[in-house]
Structures are given as C-alpha cells and as structure tokens.
C-alpha cells in the first residue's frame, strides 16, 4: 500500500530547499543565534536539507553521507541556551510560513521541532 510521508506531503526537496534557506537568513540575522553560526552557512544549510529529509520520512541522505546524526552531541560545542532555542524555532517558524507549508502539516512539523530544539539545550540561560 502507499503511504504518504510528510516529505511528500509538503513538497519534497524543492520546498525543503526553500525552507531551509528562509531559515538560516532568519538565523543569519538573528543577534543571539549568528554568532554561534559560522558566516558562510552553506554547508550547515546543505546538512540541514538533508537531516529535515530523513526526519519527514524522506531518503535517510543524512545518514547515508555523515552516519548516525547524534544531534545533541553534535551541539554540544555550542551553548545552546533556552532562550538560543526559541529564537532557533521562531526562525524556523518564520520560514515555514514564508514557504507556506500547509496545515495539518506546519503545526505537526513544528511539534517535533519543538521537541528537538528542546532537547539540544546543553547550557543554563546565565551562562550563554
Ligand atoms: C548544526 C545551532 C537546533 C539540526 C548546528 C550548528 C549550530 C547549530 C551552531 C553548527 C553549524 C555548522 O558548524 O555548520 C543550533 C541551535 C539550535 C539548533 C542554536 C536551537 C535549539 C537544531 C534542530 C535541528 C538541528 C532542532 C534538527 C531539526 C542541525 C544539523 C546540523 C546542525 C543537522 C549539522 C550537523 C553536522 O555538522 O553534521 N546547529 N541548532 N539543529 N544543526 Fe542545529
């Protein structure tokens, strides 16, 4: 039988490719996420295409190029405070509605980002 993923669903690679780059503009211009990020974002865009893939169930290219992704040991070299988190997901949010993901979709995408961004906090909010 066929199923539908969420990859599928809102558009494949052309609108993970657009959602990605709104994102990582909103992060590029953000006061307390661009100094945590490198100035040329290419490659962190390029791996977070490929991460979002897999995470809505599309081909695992994540996987396949970098091996499991250990995404909360991966952020460990960067202070990832509560307050870097909401201003991580107020990004993403906004590039979700720039691309125009549509509902039931946005909303459930969002919750599981919520609870990943969530679990990448490593540092209190004093200490950022
Ligand atoms: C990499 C910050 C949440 C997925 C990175 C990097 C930073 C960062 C600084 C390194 C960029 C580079 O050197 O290229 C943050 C902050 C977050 C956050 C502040 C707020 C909670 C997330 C979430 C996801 C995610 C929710 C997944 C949905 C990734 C991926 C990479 C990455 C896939 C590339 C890892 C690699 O090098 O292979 N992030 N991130 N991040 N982030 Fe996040």
């Not at 125009?100 to 490593?122: C, G, S």
Request: overall charge negative; aromatic content about 8%; glycine content about 4%.
């Amino acid at each position: 039988s066929e199923r539908t993923n969420a990859f599928e669903a809102i558009g494949g690679t052309d609108i993970l490719r657009r959602l990605v780059l709104a994102h990582y503009k909103n992060v590029a211009a953000h006061p307390e996420l661009a100094p945590i990020f490198p100035d040329d974002l290419t490659e962190t865009a390029r791996k977070q295409q490929q991460f979002l893939t897999q995470f809505l169930g599309g081909p695992p290219l994540y996987s396949e190029e970098h091996g499991h992704p250990m995404l909360r040991a991966r952020h460990l070299p960067f202070p990832i405070t509560p307050a870097r988190a909401e201003a991580w997901l107020s990004c993403m949010r906004r590039a979700m509605d720039e691309v125009q993901i549509e509902e039931p979709w946005r909303e459930a995408i969002f919750k599981r980002l919520t609870l990943t961004a969530h679990h990448m906090v490593n540092t209190e909010e004093n200490e950022g």
